[in-house]
Structures are given as structure tokens and as C-alpha cells.
């Protein structure tokens, strides 16, 4: 899969320096990954679930919540949001049109 962005994770680990290691290693699993639906990313991430159009991953036992569009046919992960869990509660990513 082609993660894009990058930016967008160094960006929250400057921000939130705890979170580096596990953002950093679910990049590398998922840059490596050939998904091809929610229950293959399931197999790795148990956790993960589709909310509306996006894939939630819990991130550092559930502190912060990565939240991304995975378009599987073309092999593409965007990431739209990277929340603490408190952020997350308050849906306002729910907002997004595309949710």
C-alpha cells in the first residue's frame, strides 16, 4: 500500500512525541501490505473497523486513534486524521464530507 502522507504522522509525533514508535511501526506494516479488504486488515490490526467511508486503528493501546481512507484497488492509504482518544470522542472528524 502507498501511505500518503508521511508528513501528516511526523507532523502528530512532534506534537505528541509517545506516539512515534507505534505510528512509525504501523507505517511500516502498512507500506508493506497488500489489503485488499477490511477483514485482511483485520488479520494484523483486530481492533481496526470501517466508521462510515474510513478505517479507524487504535494507535499505543487505544491513546490515539489514526484515521484513514483506504482505497484498495488502487493500493492507496490516505491519511485523513490522527487524534487523541479525547479528540476523537468529540466526532468532529465525523464532519468530513466524505465520511
Known amino acids: 500500500m502507498h501511505v500518503i502522507s508521511r508528513k501528516i ?3 502528530f509525533c512532534n506534537k ?8 512509525f511501526a504501523w507505517y ?13 486488515v483485520q488479520t494484523l490490526y483486530p481492533k481496526a473497523e470501517a466508521v462510515g467511508n ?10 490515539y486513534r489514526l484515521i484513514v481512507d483506504i482505497n484498495y ?3 492507496r492509504i490516505y491519511i485523513k486524521y490522527i487524534l487523541t482518544h479525547s479528540e476523537y470522542d468529540k466526532n468532529f472528524w465525523k464532519n468530513d464530507p466524505y465520511f
Not at 505528541?16 to 505510528?23: F, G, K, P, R
Not at 507500506?31 to 477483514?39: D, V
Not at 474510513?54 to 491513546?63: L, M, P, R
Open 73 to 75: 484497488a488502487k493500493q
Open 54 to 63: 474510513f478505517t479507524v486503528f487504535n494507535i499505543k493501546g487505544n491513546t
Open 9 to 11: 504522522l511526523r507532523y
Open 16 to 23: 505528541h512525541a509517545d506516539s512515534c514508535d507505534a505510528l
Open 28 to 40: 511500516r506494516v502498512a507500506t508493506k501490505a497488500e489489503w485488499q479488504n477490511l477483514t485482511q
